[in-house]
């Protein structure tokens, strides 16, 4: 069953309030929802009123306190209906009971570790009780609280708390109220023996916020950073785009068992613990700072989101796309800029680029879907955030901040579409977007090709940019993309070239665009002959190929002004020898000895910071690298290249980045701050280096992991020793394994580590793991350290050619989707590779999900997935 945006329709009933009583005993939740529905003025007498319901069961019905009939309503599996409502305001109370504790699926009310919490987008709220579970139902709701003091000495909602007390018999209530009208996916509820942390915000109008995180009794200390990080939030949105708390209090709850990262929740954010908890010992800089953005993230939402929601989940992109933007922009002002941006294109290139070239592409905003948890992807939110991101290149900063004014001003309160949003920046630049609107409706990476040239006589400098984008599951045709161009000309000595016109189009300063298929540009009054550097900043989310040269890309490296195509330039170099030993082709010593200069002066230039320096000699990834290959690839002779030529380029300097990595050890005690962070990562990069390519290296990783007196240089120690497979690799993973026995977030560390074993061996030991009786088979975070890192950052041993690697996950896929199909169906896609592939391997792939979809009962959101693979 698909739903299409084509069909969007208003319910002929809309709901003008929500009354909630939840009544919480250890064996079972009973919940009485008093919902006040109006029919729309164009509402015929009569018509339905159809609830959507997920696996409810009615103990009782009434309308303005009238019992229904039996032969008026029908209740089933997808919901309850009432045949004949009045034609008038009513209300309807419905009854059902919950079985938290059994609810595996975390979607609904559920336990995680004895704590009552909840996670409704987008479809969960049907789990809790009879609703019009869709974004475009907007209500104030009333949530009422009862539950046994001594089990649940917290009880929290939305909004603000305007009644607690006592309750007999050894319980307690507590009464919330959410003024703002919310759509349901935002509703949640928190009940349990919890410890927290409080502070406060004062907001720029004088609102004194009162902010509580909670969590495990114990762990408080773990809460601090993302403490701080709330904080931070909070002024950062005033000062950067005028946004203002609105409530008087503003909770997050963290617990071990959750879906995904975090979630929105009106003035009760709900987080996974490992997306809070930090300490120097048990977290590492990475986390800290998925920490702080994560909670940016959630923060933004409030107005990204909560205040201005979407009218249907085909606009999911609409608050994801943007709050990503949002958060990414946080990230870039509390930190480096370049450095976030290079991370976020790394990630793009990693997640994004491979999910629109595959059999899972689809648009920003999709017009169809099957399932709609399957559409929380990073085409969504990631690539979703580059097309703001655009828009604010386009309309520049000052032309971006006052659409995004009118944007709040337009729309606050309700539940909106793309269109609106773009509409917002048409009206305050008075300009056509419609064009640029093709970014939100069409998949695929386009592919930019620029070729230019030079003529000495007449000063003048050609240059031709072409957009092609390949065909995607359901778009054979690609109109083509508005696509912006920042861009400069570097002289021969590397400094700024000028011009004194162009013709062939438009150039506004450092900026071209490209919308139409392709562009000439004359550029006059050129001295010497340019070497260009295009897209800085990676201004459009596109892959580009030129004629440059190596020399001319590792002169960009050395010499552009722009920080983010410095560092592309020597990974295109990079990635490019690669790509050509991947695939048999001997490399010239000239060319590597070149890159190898390129690495060795980047690392002594003074003016560059340590956490850059880390980027620029971090290698690419297995998988940017085949990407690059394109087809028939083996991944296994992609690993091997990757290591060849590593050990090529370090082996001659090794002393020197010896000599380097020892001069960066720590001397001040751990700080989670950018710049420590940046030299440890810098330190860590010189040890992966050192550990691929010297024979010193093992002895140096094994050295620093029992030396480490933090996560991040003891985790990147193992890490670098597995992903090595060095001698001493196996001893430590036992010692990790033991020594933090008892945390599980440092347990998701062990388990995400030994998924990336390059050895023959690795499958049977991560086997053995899942089988072991007392593995959390129901806890997401684990299933996704093990199975998740193993597809996704793995490929030699997930796509190995005897099958091993692909049945081996698609037998625990089947497994977790009896009790999570949406971990399941997450960890699946990682066969979006399969078309990628050399013929063998492709083919034993495909077989391995033909036998999952024949042999198993899939759930939708696993049979979604594996049908589109196969049919892509
Ligand atoms: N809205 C949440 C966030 O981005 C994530 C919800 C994810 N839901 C899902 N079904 N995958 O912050
Ligand atoms: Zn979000």
Not at 140 to 164: C, H, M, Q, W, Y
Not at 595 to 602: G, N, P, S
Not at 615 to 626: H, Q, R, Y
Request: one cysteine or more; aromatic letters at 8%; glycine letters at 8%.
């Amino acid at each position: 069953h698909t739903i299409f945006l084509k069909d969007y329709a208003e319910t002929p009933y809309s709901v003008v309030s929500v009354d909630m009583d939840f009544k919480i005993e250890e064996a079972s939740t009973r919940v009485r929802t008093q919902i006040t529905f109006e029919p729309r003025p164009t509402t015929e007498p009569g018509t339905p009123l159809v609830l959507d319901g997920d696996g409810l069961t009615l103990s009782s019905i009434a309308v303005d306190g009238y019992p229904v009939m039996l032969a008026d309503y029908a209740a089933n599996e997808t919901g309850l209906t009432l045949a004949e409502p009045p034609h008038r305001r009513f209300v309807l109370e419905t009854e059902v009971h919950l079985k938290p504790e059994d609810n595996k699926k975390l979607m609904g009310l559920y336990r995680s570790g004895g704590t009552w919490c909840t996670q409704c987008e987008p479809e969960g709220f049907r789990r809790i009780t009879y609703y019009l579970d869709r974004p475009d139902i907007l209500a104030p709701f009333k949530v009422r609280i009862t539950a046994p003091r001594e089990v649940a000495p917290v009880l929290l909602s939305n909004g603000n708390l305007i009644d607690k007390g006592d309750a007999g018999d050894g319980l307690h209530y507590a009464l919330w109220e959410d003024p703002s009208p919310k759509p349901a996916y935002l509703f949640a509820l928190v009940a349990g023996d919890l410890g927290s942390i409080t502070d406060s915000f004062t907001t720029m109008g004088g609102r004194k916020v009162d902010l509580a995180i909670y969590c495990t009794h114990g762990k408080q200390a773990e809460c601090a950073y993302a403490m701080d990080s709330l904080k931070r939030s909070m002024a950062w949105d005033e000062k950067r785009f005028g946004r203002e708390y609105d409530l008087d209090v503003f909770n997050i709850v963290a617990v071990s068992d959750f879906n995904f990262g975090a979630m929105e929740n009106k003035g009760l954010n709900i987080f996974n613990d490992k997306l809070v908890f930090a300490l120097p010992e048990t977290a590492s800089d990475a986390n800290y700072a998925n920490i702080e953005r994560v909670i940016a993230h959630e923060y933004f939402h409030n107005w990204t989101g909560n205040r201005i929601t979407c009218r249907d989940w085909f606009q999911l992109c609409l608050k994801e796309g943007l709050t990503v933007y949002r958060d990414q922009e946080f990230s870039s002002d509390e930190r480096s800029r370049p450095v976030q941006r290079i991370h976020d294109v790394e990630n793009l290139r990693i997640t994004q680029f491979p999910e629109d070239g595959g059999p899972l592409a689809h648009p920003p905003r999709p017009d169809h879907y099957r399932e709609i948890n399957n559409f929380y992807t990073t085409t969504v939110y990631q690539k979703g955030s580059e097309v703001v991101r655009m828009l604010a290149t386009l309309l520049g900063e000052a032309g971006f901040r006052k659409g995004m004014d009118l944007y709040f001003e337009r729309h606050d309160g309700e539940a909106t579409t793309i269109e609106a949003f773009l509409k917002v920046f048409e009206d305050a630049a008075g300009i056509d977007l419609s064009q640029f609107g093709q970014w939100y409706t069409q998949a695929g990476t386009p592919q930019v090709t620029a070729s230019d040239s030079y003529d000495a006589a007449s000063q003048t400098y050609t240059l031709t940019l072409a957009q092609n984008t390949l065909p995607t599951p359901n778009q054979p045709e690609k109109p083509p993309f508005v696509i912006p161009v920042k861009f400069g000309l570097l002289g021969p000595n590397g400094s700024p070239m000028g011009w004194a016109s162009v013709r062939g189009g438009t150039v506004q300063d450092d900026l071209i665009v490209l919308d139409s298929e392709s562009v000439t540009l004359t550029f006059e009054g050129v001295a010497n002959k340019p070497v260009p550097s295009l897209f800085r900043g990676f201004s459009a989310p596109i892959k580009l190929s030129t004629s440059l040269s190596q020399q001319d890309l590792l002169f960009l490296a050395r010499h552009d002004s722009d920080p983010f195509n410095r560092w592309d330039a020597l990974q295109t170099v990079a990635t490019g020898l690669m790509a050509r030993s991947a695939t048999g082709v001997s490399l010239d010593a000239g060319d590597v000895d070149a890159l190898r200069e390129a690495i060795m002066d980047t690392l002594a230039n003074p003016d560059l910071d340590d956490a850059f320096k880390a980027l620029v000699i971090s290698m690419p990834d297995e998988t940017v690298i085949a990407r690059q290959i394109g087809k028939d690839v083996d991944p296994g002779a992609v690993a091997v290249a990757r290591r060849n030529l590593i050990r090529t380029l370090v082996e001659p300097v090794s002393e020197r980045l010896e000599a380097y990595y020892g001069r960066l050890a720590d001397t001040a005690p751990y700080s989670p701050d950018a710049r420590q962070a940046g030299r440890r990562s810098l330190r860590n990069g010189l040890l992966s280096l050192l550990t691929a390519g010297s024979s010193r290296g093992a002895a140096l990783a094994e050295a620093q992991y029992k030396d480490a007196s933090n996560m991040t240089d003891r985790y990147a120690a193992l890490a670098i020793s597995v992903h090595n497979w060095t001698a001493a690799a196996p001893a430590l993973l036992g010692d990790f394994r033991t020594r933090f026995a008892g945390d599980p977030l440092v347990f998701d560390k062990w388990l995400m580590a030994s998924s990336q074993a390059p050895d023959d061996g690795v499958i049977e030991r991560m086997s053995a793991v899942l089988a072991a009786p007392d593995f959390p088979r129901t806890n997401p975070n684990r299933l996704r350290s093990l199975l998740g890192g193993f597809v996704m950052a793995n490929p030699a041993q997930f796509a190995r050619e005897d099958g091993l690697g692909f049945r081996f996950v698609t037998e625990a896929a089947a497994e977790i989707d009896q009790v999570n199909p949406q971990v399941a169906a997450r960890i699946l896609t990682g066969f979006r590779i399969l078309p990628l592939l050399e013929a063998k391997r492709r083919a034993s792939g495909q077989a391995a999900l033909e036998s999952l979809r024949s042999q198993h009962q899939l759930s939708r959101n696993t049979g979604d997935i594996v049908d589109r693979i196969l049919a892509g």
